[in-house]
């Protein structure tokens, strides 16, 4: 035995989450809006533009991932090599981003370079030709990537239980297959260009030292004549058709783990509960001591990590617990899930338990507004699914105030166990 | 420029302190000389292993996670080959939280065999995650005793066999805790919202009385000079063939590393390097090709890992890859390549400073290496990297003989 340090333990302060109040919103002269996210430390500014162009808009299934990686790789003015060299030589990162909903591009640049990267990024989001060759290769790529996927338990789980949810009539839900990939022309690319890619469908986040000296730039390039004036995005109508809960099992060959997969519908960010909801899917699995992770990780050993999340796209929420598990392991991790869901169903968190969890999300929202780069990725969500500027504010209220009482009616509300999918993929 | 302040405690914890204003938090990192370097060649893994334990507890505080969650903070670690990180990040008004945590667990581990037992379990299943689980895991495990003979580079910080892991014993990990875990082996780097002085009186009463232990002083075998060409061929169950080539480089505190570094961006760093625009765009061998340092303190690799397109013969495009490199020895990059490769550290270098954590880190890394004050200046290090010195670098390194590569196919079907 070592000799031992001071045993006795420095006060703690609670923390608060600090100031979460949404970033001012200005315009550019068309009515495209400008979030600015100031006090940088540093000369670089981050510039995201976020269009809504994601799979939710799409008619060809792929097009919306497709446009997105093909915005580099060739203008009206510059072929793929000239304009890579072009962005490169600045210094600048540009970050394509597509996911189900939304996509768009990031940029970081120094401040010096500012108007440069400015004028290249006008050129790809806008002007880009979509040539042939290049096209050939990303979907070569882009179609290695997704049979590497296949060999993935967790990519096969997460399919089948978004399939399962949601239904395969909209994009949350719907399967690829590679036919996806090589039934897919720079003609579908194009349409969907001119359909999505406009200033009337966008919006900008200015983050760094300075941001309103964006602006100036900012005008110039995307509020330019001819271009229309900005209007609220329109979400297209979704049809949902839900699998009947259950089990399903997937088989991926000569895995040496098996990933489950359980969830529930859930709600959205629209819904009362649906704050209330984050914090106790927090207490069963969002964090290192969680009931999950003590019970799975640290007192079983089955696996490297357990997580339950509740999330939400556009009309639909869902709520979802995953872990990677030796394939010995599966059933027994199975049961002792749903053995913690039912104690939470059952009997209310201490308050040593609850005080935990409320510092820990307080710590979280502050680390969320720890300079503006991590709130111009904070304030995305709440943008992109209209969510309302006072929606962390709430959230910090929420935190501050729910009672035990109040996270054992919402297990029982939304964490059914006779009523769960249930998917498991790995070997036979 | 990053300002930092530096003191030593008189049991030889060296104490870095960064005052960042601009943020609310503030970040304790207590990095420990000891990496999987350190391990018995029969006994590998157990760095990282002990990494595990170190969240496990102590007679004193049972449960090391409940405050610094109660103090609203986030914490992980890390292990590599050369050393073992710890990181508390959480509000600065709270630091004293995180300074106790960190001077209790260098002396009160709990280190019993249930305990031992269970993060035994979730190593091998880590072990089953990342690098098992995961088209292409394995790769990186075959090429370590392939490009290392002698060093202990030639396991990974997972171990060298998922059976030592089960082996460890209570004994050994007691042992390696008394050997490393102390204060004349750490350096504690603090960055945030808290003064210097602040800094330094709070780790001299949290760790001032902790009785120093021995320093690392290690003797390593150096890995001697390879002198032909290695090969291995794996069949695995991938839809697509991989080839990876490591060549011997010369430590982190060498001219080299920085040149090499320079290199590795010009080649594969951005989108118009030489690989994508050769090797993937022009001649249509590869869907990617990436090069990169292995980044190690100690003699490291520099490594090409490249996904063959379809039909591409192996061979041949390790052939196309050995032109590239060939032509950095023959003939000098272009003013242009270098000035993009600057340009694109200096975003790098911005970008990396935006969190405290990561200046903490880096501000303890650069004094293991000998000196916090490398985070300044190894700036002008890169800045001042000359065409000739690429050339020169290029040919000492991209040598036949010094290379080591894999075949990685995927399984007949």
Not at chain 1, 112 to 140: C, D
Not at chain 1, 250 to 257: D, F, I, K, T
Not at chain 1, 368 to 395: N, S
Not at chain 2, 220 to 241: G, N, Y
Request: with cysteine; proline share 4%; hydrophobic share 40%.
């Amino acid at each position: 035995m070592k000799p031992s340090a001071i045993k006795t333990a420095p006060a703690i302060i609670t923390p608060s989450a600090g100031d979460t109040s949404f970033p001012e919103k200005t315009r550019l002269g068309n009515g495209v809006p400008v979030y600015l996210l100031g006090n940088g430390a540093v000369d670089l500014l981050r510039i995201e533009f976020v269009f809504n162009a994601g799979q939710l808009v799409e008619n060809v299934h792929l097009a919306a991932s497709a446009t997105n990686a093909m915005l580099t790789e060739g203008t009206v003015t510059h072929d793929a090599v000239s304009l890579n060299d072009l962005i490169d030589r600045t210094g600048a990162v540009f970050n394509h981003t597509a996911d189900k909903d939304n996509a768009g591009l990031v940029t970081v640049t120094l401040t010096r370079k500012l108007e440069e990267v400015m004028t290249l990024a006008e050129e790809v989001l806008f002007h880009p030709s979509f040539p042939e060759k290049e096209f050939r290769m990303l979907t070569e790529k882009r179609l290695q990537a997704f049979l590497t996927g296949r060999q993935k338990t967790s990519v096969i789980a997460r399919e089948v239980f978004y399939q399962a949810l949601c239904g395969e009539r909209n994009h949350y839900g719907r399967i690829t297959t590679p036919d996806d990939y090589m039934s897919l022309t720079t003609a579908d690319l194009k349409e969907f260009h001119s359909r999505h890619y406009r200033p009337d469908n966008m919006y900008i986040t200015v983050a760094g030292r300075n941001p309103d000296q964006a602006l100036q730039v900012l005008q110039r390039h995307f509020a330019g004549t001819g271009t229309g004036e900005w209007q609220k995005p329109v979400i297209p109508e979704l049809i949902f058709e839900s699998a009947g809960p259950g089990m399903i099992f997937r088989e991926v060959g000569n895995s040496v783990q098996s990933t489950v997969r359980m969830g529930w519908k859930g709600i959205t960010r629209a819904h009362p509960d649906y704050q209330g909801l984050q914090v106790a899917t927090m207490i069963l699995g969002g964090y290192f001591g969680s009931r999950l992770m003590r019970n799975i990780r640290e007192e079983k050993g089955y696996t490297y990590g357990i997580h339950a999340v509740a999330g939400a796209f556009h009309g639909i929420g869902f709520i979802t617990i995953m872990t990677d598990v030796a394939n010995s392991y599966r059933d027994d991790t199975v049961k002792e899930i749903k053995k913690e869901i039912r104690e939470l169903c059952i009997n209310e968190v201490s308050g040593d338990e609850m005080a935990l969890v409320r510092n820990h999300l307080m710590g979280e929202l502050a680390r969320m507004f720890d300079g503006p780069f991590a709130m111009a990725e904070a304030i995305r969500g709440v943008i992109d699914y209209d969510a309302g500027a006072d929606y962390f504010t709430r959230f910090a209220d929420t935190v501050r105030t729910i009672t035990p009482g109040r996270i054992k009616e919402l297990f029982n509300k939304y964490f059914n166990i006779e009523n769960a999918f249930e998917i498991i993929a790995g070997a036979k | 420029m990053i300002r930092f302040e530096r003191h030593k405690l008189g049991n030889g914890l060296r104490v870095i302190a960064h005052h960042d204003r601009g943020t609310p938090m503030v970040t304790s990192n207590i990095l420990y000389d000891a990496g999987s370097r350190d391990e018995d060649p029969g006994a590998t893994g157990f760095a990282h292993l002990f990494e595990h334990l170190m969240f496990e507890g102590t007679s004193n505080i049972p449960v090391f996670d409940a405050p610094v969650m109660m103090a609203g903070g986030e914490n992980n670690a890390f292990t590599n080959n050369d050393l073992t990180n710890y990181y508390i990040t959480l509000p600065s008004n709270n630091l004293e939280t995180a300074l106790w945590l960190e001077s209790d667990r260098m002396t009160g581990l709990d280190l019993s065999e249930g305990r031992l037992m269970t993060q035994k379990s979730v190593v091998t299943e880590e072990f089953r995650q990342r690098y098992l689980n995961q088209p292409y895991g394995d790769m990186l495990l075959l090429l370590r005793p392939l490009a290392y003979k002698v060093h202990p580079y030639r396991w990974s910080a997972i171990g060298m066999d998922i059976s030592h892991i089960e082996r460890a014993d209570s004994g050994s990990l007691i042992r390696f805790y008394n050997r490393y875990y102390n204060p004349s082996n750490a350096i504690l780097s603090v960055a945030g919202s808290v003064s210097p002085d602040e800094v330094f009186m709070l780790a001299d009463k949290w760790f001032g009385n902790i009785p120093a232990g021995e320093s690392n002083g290690r003797l390593l075998p150096a890995e001697p000079m390879q002198d032909e060409r290695r090969e291995i061929t794996v069949h695995r169950p991938v839809p697509a063939a991989h080839l990876v080539m490591a060549f011997h480089t010369a430590g982190r505190n060498s001219r080299e590393f920085y040149i090499l570094d320079l290199v590795t961006d010009i080649l594969a760093g951005c989108d118009s390097g030489r690989f994508p625009d050769q090797l993937v765009r022009s001649r249509e061998l590869f869907s990617e090709a990436d090069m990169y340092l292995s980044g190690e303190i100690d003699p490291g690799l520099v490594i090409f890992s490249g996904r063959l397109k379809d039909g591409v013969d192996i061979r041949k495009a390790e052939e196309a890859v050995k032109e590239e490199l060939g032509r950095l020895a023959s003939g000098p990059v272009t003013s242009a390549e270098l000035e993009k490769a600057r340009n694109r550290y200096e975003s790098h270098r911005l970008m990396s400073y935006l969190s405290a954590s990561n200046k903490a880190f880096s501000l303890a890394f650069h004094e293991l290496l000998g000196d916090a004050g490398g985070i300044n200046t190894e700036t002008e290090e890169y800045m001042s990297v000359t065409a000739e010195e690429i050339r020169e670098a290029s040919s000492r390194v991209f040598r036949p003989a010094n290379c080591s590569v894999i075949y990685y196919l995927p399984e007949k079907r």
